[in-house]
């Protein structure tokens, strides 16, 4: 009968153990990107790119998930969901008003009324994607970094709110400047982003310092890459 191939790593536990540090390594990189793509964000035109680094570092997390545990696991799948929820809402919103607002004649007065829902919209939507950046590392966070994220994503609200009620009556001729408005509203951004990437940073320092993952069994009983587990 032909025999099975040797192990690469010497054994099925060390086969596991170097898919555990992976998901691991890929986990603690993916928070830093998250941390410089925050640090970035909020900042005008250089705020895209921050964007883009912010995305990849989330995914990095999303696939070293199974290394943090059944709940972190389930958090980031939904945190990933809720995110793809929350761009849908905006893009069918936005798409809604678009042909919505030709139904309103030109003019100032006529102008406010889409783009304050609009605004509603947006608010909507990123609300709901704020709820994916709460669950992307509640599980790997004490206490202090949860009260970080919700705080954040409190925050994150707030300053939408105070955003559209200071441009909206820009957009009615009441009053107001556009550059300066768009400055105010962009530096309103770097409260939520810094609590959020100071809340990841304490993830990743547990990370670093081996507080978590917390050590679990490799499944020999039910492999999970394929390999038949040593025996004797």
């Given amino acids: ?40 964000s909020w900042i005008p035109l250089i705020g895209i790119l921050g964007g883009l680094v912010a995305l990849i570092g989330a995914l990095l997390v999303i696939l070293g998930r199974e290394a943090f545990g059944r709940e972190h696991a389930r958090n980031a799948i939904v945190a990933l969901i ?14 809604f008003l678009f042909f919505l607002a030709f139904s309103f004649r030109a003019g100032p ?16 939507g990123g609300a709901v994607t704020g709820i994916s950046e709460v669950l ?34 820009i957009f009615n001729g009441t009053g107001g400047f556009l550059f300066p408005a ?25 990370i670093v310092h081996r507080e978590i993952p917390s050590q679990i069994p490799p499944p020999f009983t039910t492999p999970s890459f394929g390999i038949p587990p040593t025996t004797g």
């Fill in 182 to 206: 768009i400055f105010v509203t962009a530096f309103l951004g770097i409260i939520p982003a810094m609590l959020y990437a100071v809340a990841y940073y304490l993830a990743r320092q547990r």
């Fill in 109 to 124: 007065s006529n102008t406010v009324q889409p783009f304050a829902w609009f605004g509603v919209v947006s608010i909507v």
């Fill in 82 to 95: 809720v995110f793809f929820v929350g761009i849908g809402v905006t893009i069918v919103g936005s798409v």
């Fill in 1 to 40: 009968m032909p025999q099975p191939p040797p192990y690469p790593y010497g054994s099925a536990a060390a086969y596991w153990e170097y898919h555990q540090a992976g998901k691991i390594d890929n986990t603690k990189t993916g928070l830093l990107l998250l941390i410089i793509g925050l640090a970035l």
């Fill in 136 to 169: 992307l590392t509640y599980a790997l966070q004490l206490s202090t970094g949860r009260v970080l994220l919700w705080t954040a994503y409190a925050a994150s609200i707030a300053i939408s709110i105070v955003n559209l009620v200071f441009i909206l009556p």
